[in-house]
């Protein structure tokens, strides 16, 4: 019988043997954003999932997407998403949005990650607003990104995910079809194009399952 991972999860039956495991920072790497864009919205009083609703809306070209892809700065998306919120009625402070992407390290899956290392390529994909080279802010988690072996950056690379050509710069960056890879990521929109490129994926809800389900793919431990 064919291993299981959490929730009767099983690989593929004719699965490719895995090369590469590429990883999302935000909501994989380090606690969500989206739980201080909660936390931001009940003390704001605006509806849940505001922040949420805005990014979804108009997902490929609204301030967002252009604050990733480096082609507004920090002032310039405050003044579009908060525009872009008042379109819809709501109040938004937008710098204190962009102060919710500092997330905490979880030192589970950044020790998932070092095993992966000593075995596998590995990398790094993100969609961000500073290079990270660049960032202030980066802390302990500039330990973690030396770890691996390719960073794919929105900010630097001038394309996003779930933009395909993203996903091709990472496979192209390891020298790895993306047969062989398998990719984490906190949100299905992003694993989407992945897996249409024959990616394996894994979507970290609870990131203790995430780990069991790779450890799976990979096949070997990781805790």
Excluded: H
């Amino acid at each position: 019988m064919a291993p299981r991972g959490p929730q009767g999860w099983r690989p593929p039956r004719f699965a490719a043997v895995i090369e590469a495991v590429l990883f999302d920072f935000g909501g994989v790497l380090t606690s969500s954003p989206f739980e201080a864009f909660a936390a931001y919205e009940a003390e704001a009083g605006l509806p849940p999932d505001t922040i949420r609703r805005l990014n979804a809306t108009n997902p490929d070209d609204n301030a967002w997407a252009r604050m990733e892809r480096r082609e507004v700065d920090e002032a310039g998306f405050c003044d579009l998403f908060e525009a872009e919120a008042a379109a819809l009625g709501l109040a938004v402070d937008a710098r204190m949005v962009l102060a919710g992407l500092r997330g905490e390290v979880r030192p589970a899956m950044v020790e998932a990650l070092r095993r992966c290392s000593e075995r596998l390529r590995t990398a790094l994909l993100t969609n961000n607003v500073t290079p990270m080279a660049e960032s202030a802010e980066m802390g302990q988690a500039s330990a973690v990104v030396d770890l691996f072996d390719v960073v794919v950056e929105s900010s630097v690379v001038g394309c996003r995910k779930p933009e395909r050509r993203f996903y091709e710069l990472a496979c192209e960056g390891l020298g790895v079809a993306p047969e062989a890879c398998v990719f984490l990521d906190d949100l299905g929109v992003n694993l989407k194009p992945a897996r249409a490129m024959g990616m394996t994926t894994i979507k970290v809800v609870d990131p203790d399952d995430a780990i069991a389900e790779l450890a799976v793919v990979v096949g070997f431990p990781l805790g």
